[in-house]
């Protein structure tokens, strides 16, 4: 059930001390990421692909893209399908099966932020109205589990999403994939009162709460997610805000 | 329903209400005789069922814990609860939603005063209008203090969100479909602390802080209207089995 394993009552309270005096176990600051790394098109059967390292934390991301039929209260739109996959060799706490909770709120997060933020012009991908349009799957593979999973797995997937070629099917009439937005997910954790982005996965399984904040180009917000069972007040929220919109910059940058 | 032209019109919302005015509330306390604990929330056009069993042993054995209970939450809709039959059973939108219900919960019970045990919260949407999570944490809170399980306080939940530009306060399901924004949110009220935020749509830094506020108004109006439901039923029924 726990996804962030099993932590000692010493290294517990070693995190949680270090945080009370703004300090971390890897001696990174607390607004500081580790090194994150963006390579393009590592997966030549996909349509898209990305590689995402974040400190040792690596997740893959694959688009397709698929003739399929609209959603019945959607018509004009094209589909979007974010899923992801905690695999087995990722981690010793994942197990193989139907994703748990966990992945699932994974998914859901990445596709809330590109959903949200219209990243893609969905309506561009109808090819016949209520019949035929194009389904963009984004499969999300976190191939090593060592903490934030959630924003290098939104990193990998708009990554995944510039590297797109487009497909070579008559009925591809674009002359680019209808990316408009780079939502970029950046999550702060909470440990002992102190924030900090990007938690490594010690800290993730000491932390009381986390909050994912997705935000465009411009700094706005197109989604946000709290986990965990601890809480924010409203000022830690504001400060997170103020946080994961810097820090959105800085990964954006990677994309190149 | 077609797009609406204009979602707020005068100041006023399809319904008639203002943007910082709650959906009519109706919460009842202790409605079922089997759960430990329960209560019922009508938010608007949305009737949402909360029952609470616990704290008992925990089955399967081995997700028992040594020292704490556990806090298991079940969010589910009925296939009638909305205009197209939704198919029984979890789907991946409510297994979130129980996550990150049970998350918002966890925070105020006492689960250490209960080792080896479990508390189940079973929350079931009867008739769905946008905001049924927010109602089922509102419902399941106040079913957890029927069933006398002790907590520090009770968590209030409402959702917020964009329409036409405007912040407003508890969106029903035209302006969720047609709004810009929808941000759920629980808190702890006496302590003004988030245990659950959700957002999807756009929000700027500072329409984020005014929808906030917005939020913490709304949830002292529910936290209001949960103690009274619960104050009621005490109130008249003392003395009697319930």
């Given at each position: 059930?726990n996804?962030?394993?099993?932590?000692?009552s010493?290294?517990r309270?070693?995190i949680a001390?270090?945080?009370?005096?703004?300090?971390?176990?890897?001696?990174r600051?607390l607004?500081?990421?580790r090194?994150v790394?963006?390579e393009s098109?590592?997966?030549?059967?996909?349509q898209?692909?990305?590689?995402v390292?974040i400190?040792k934390?690596?997740?893959?991301?694959?688009?397709?893209?698929?003739?399929?039929?609209p959603f019945?209260d959607?018509?004009?739109?094209?589909?979007?399908?974010v899923?992801?996959?905690?695999?087995?060799?990722a981690?010793?706490?994942?197990e193989?099966?139907?994703p748990?909770?966990?992945?699932?709120?994974?998914?859901?997060?990445?596709d809330?932020?590109?959903?949200?933020?219209?990243?893609?012009?969905?309506?561009?991908l109808?090819?016949?109205?209520?019949e035929?349009?194009?389904?963009?799957?984004?499969?999300?593979?976190?191939?090593?589990?060592?903490?934030?999973?959630?924003?290098a797995?939104?990193l990998?997937?708009?990554a995944?999403?510039?590297?797109?070629?487009?497909?070579e099917?008559?009925?591809?009439?674009?002359p680019?994939?209808p990316?408009?937005?780079?939502?970029?997910?950046?999550?702060?954790?909470?440990?002992?009162?102190?924030?900090?982005v990007?938690?490594?996965?010690d800290?993730e399984?000491v932390m009381d709460?986390r909050?994912?904040?997705?935000?465009?180009?411009?700094?706005?917000?197109c989604?946000?997610?709290?986990?965990?069972?601890g809480?924010?007040?409203?000022?830690?929220l504001?400060?997170?805000?103020?946080?994961?919109?810097?820090?959105?910059?800085e990964?954006?940058?990677k994309?190149? | 329903m077609?797009?609406?032209?204009?979602?707020i019109?005068d100041?006023?919302?399809?319904d008639g209400?203002?943007?910082?005015?709650l959906?009519?509330?109706?919460?009842?306390?202790?409605?079922l005789e089997?759960?430990n604990?329960?209560?019922?929330?009508?938010?608007?056009?949305?009737?949402?069922?909360?029952?609470v069993?616990?704290?008992?042993?925990?089955?399967?054995?081995?997700h028992q814990?040594?020292?704490?209970?556990?806090?298991?939450?079940?969010?589910?809709?009925a296939p009638?609860?909305?205009?197209?039959?939704k198919r029984?059973?979890p789907?991946?939108?409510?297994?979130?939603?129980?996550?990150?219900?049970?998350?918002?919960?966890e925070?105020?019970?006492?689960?250490?005063?209960y080792?080896?045990?479990?508390i189940d919260?079973?929350?079931?949407?009867?008739?769905?209008d946008?905001?049924t999570?927010t109602?089922?944490?509102?419902?399941?809170?106040?079913?957890?203090?029927?069933?006398?399980?002790?907590?520090r306080?009770i968590?209030?939940?409402?959702?917020?969100?964009?329409?036409?530009g405007?912040?407003v306060?508890?969106?029903t399901?035209?302006?969720?479909q047609?709004?810009?924004t929808?941000?759920?949110?629980a808190?702890?009220?006496?302590?003004?602390?988030?245990?659950?935020l959700?957002m999807?749509?756009?929000f700027?830094?500072e329409?984020?802080?005014?929808?906030?506020?917005?939020?913490?108004?709304?949830c002292?109006?529910?936290?209001?209207?949960?103690?009274q439901a619960?104050?009621e039923?005490y109130?008249?029924?003392?003395?009697n089995k319930?």
């Amino acid at each position: 059930m726990n996804m962030y394993g099993i932590v000692s009552s010493v290294k517990r309270d070693y995190i949680a001390d270090l945080a009370r005096q703004g300090k971390r176990v890897d001696t990174r600051m607390l607004d500081q990421f580790r090194e994150v790394s963006v390579e393009s098109g590592p997966i030549k059967s996909a349509q898209g692909s990305a590689r995402v390292k974040i400190g040792k934390t690596q997740v893959l991301a694959g688009v397709k893209l698929e003739h399929a039929e609209p959603f019945s209260d959607r018509p004009d739109n094209g589909v979007l399908i974010v899923n992801a996959e905690l695999l087995p060799l990722a981690s010793p706490t994942f197990e193989p099966g139907r994703p748990d909770e966990n992945a699932i709120e994974l998914a859901r997060v990445v596709d809330r932020g590109i959903r949200e933020s219209e990243a893609i012009d969905l309506e561009k991908l109808v090819i016949k109205s209520g019949e035929d349009v194009w389904a963009v799957f984004i499969d999300i593979y976190a191939l090593d589990h060592d903490g934030n999973l959630i924003d290098a797995s939104a990193l990998a997937a708009i990554a995944a999403l510039l590297n797109v070629k487009l497909p070579e099917d008559e009925a591809w009439t674009l002359p680019e994939f209808p990316l408009q937005k780079k939502p970029v997910a950046v999550t702060v954790a909470k440990i002992n009162g102190k924030l900090m982005v990007d938690p490594r996965l010690d800290e993730e399984s000491v932390m009381d709460a986390r909050i994912t904040m997705t935000t465009i180009e411009d700094g706005s917000i197109c989604a946000m997610q709290k986990g965990g069972i601890g809480y924010f007040s409203r000022e830690e929220l504001e400060q997170a805000y103020e946080l994961a919109r810097a820090k959105a910059a800085e990964l954006r940058a990677k994309l190149g | 329903m077609e797009k609406p032209e204009k979602l707020i019109v005068d100041g006023k919302r399809l319904d008639g209400r203002a943007p910082d005015e709650l959906r009519p509330l109706k919460i009842e306390v202790g409605i079922l005789e089997r759960a430990n604990g329960s209560a019922y929330v009508e938010l608007g056009a949305n009737k949402v069922l909360a029952a609470v069993y616990g704290p008992r042993e925990m089955h399967p054995r081995h997700h028992q814990q040594p020292d704490t209970a556990v806090l298991r939450c079940r969010y589910n809709m009925a296939p009638f609860s909305v205009e197209e039959r939704k198919r029984p059973g979890p789907d991946r939108r409510s297994v979130e939603i129980s996550k990150v219900t049970r998350e918002a919960l966890e925070q105020v019970v006492f689960l250490k005063l209960y080792p080896r045990s479990v508390i189940d919260v079973f929350i079931e949407v009867l008739q769905a209008d946008a905001g049924t999570r927010t109602a089922g944490i509102t419902a399941a809170a106040v079913a957890l203090a029927d069933a006398g399980v002790p907590m520090r306080d009770i968590v209030s939940s409402i959702a917020v969100g964009k329409v036409d530009g405007t912040i407003v306060l508890d969106l029903t399901n035209d302006e969720d479909q047609w709004g810009t924004t929808d941000m759920p949110i629980a808190m702890v009220p006496r302590k003004k602390l988030i245990t659950l935020l959700q957002m999807d749509g756009h929000f700027t830094g500072e329409e984020f802080k005014q929808a906030l506020d917005l939020a913490f108004k709304g949830c002292e109006q529910i936290y209001d209207a949960q103690r009274q439901a619960l104050r009621e039923k005490y109130a008249i029924k003392r003395g009697n089995k319930k």
